[in-house]
């Protein structure tokens, strides 16, 4: 038995052996034709993934105001309606332009857009502009009036607020 034993382990050790230096470039040879496949492989998965992120954003840049468009349609098809009416008095157009600004506000706020309206505040340059500076019985830099509401996107400034401010006496 311990005979069989040294006679297995001798032929894995001479399986493992080379015989001759052109088996062993052949082997090497093998390993190297693998190791380039797998780089060449590599390479081409990490492409498809630059080109599927590449497509993933276009799509994206692409798409990313189709929730606000689609709920602006509703606001558009409300001022059709309203041009369309043959028999319309002062009062119904005006009813129907107080309806159709409720629901331009309601997408506003599901969208997180707010004005800004800072009649009475201090200056900020970061959300005013300043279109001049008035003679006033208000603190200097303070908001006298609002010429045009600002707007805000999450916070962000989309349009200032263009304001008229206190000189200072």
Not at 17 to 44: D, F, G, N, S
Not at 128 to 146: F, L, R, W
Request: negative net charge; charged residues 30%; proline residues 3%.
């Amino acid at each position: 038995m311990q005979e069989n034993q040294n006679n297995q382990e001798q032929s894995v050790a001479e399986s493992t052996e080379y015989t001759t230096p052109e088996a062993r470039i052949a082997e090497l040879e093998t390993a190297l034709e693998e190791a380039k496949a797998a780089v060449l492989y590599t390479r081409a998965e990490a492409e498809n993934v630059r080109r599927r992120s590449l497509d993933d954003i276009d799509k994206a840049r692409k798409f990313a105001l189709e929730k606000f468009s689609g709920e602006l349609l509703a606001v558009k098809d409300s001022l059709d309606a309203a041009l369309t009416v043959d028999n319309a008095t002062l009062e119904s157009f005006k009813n129907g332009v107080e309806l159709t600004a409720k629901q331009l506000l309601s997408v506003f706020e599901k969208f997180n857009i707010a004005e800004i309206s800072p009649a009475g505040e201090k200056f900020d340059p970061n959300k005013h502009q300043a279109i001049s500076a008035v003679d006033s019985d208000q603190e200097p830099n303070t908001v006298v009036s609002v010429l045009q509401k600002g707007y805000t996107l999450n916070e962000r400034v989309l349009r200032p607020a263009l304001v008229m401010v206190a000189k200072a006496k």
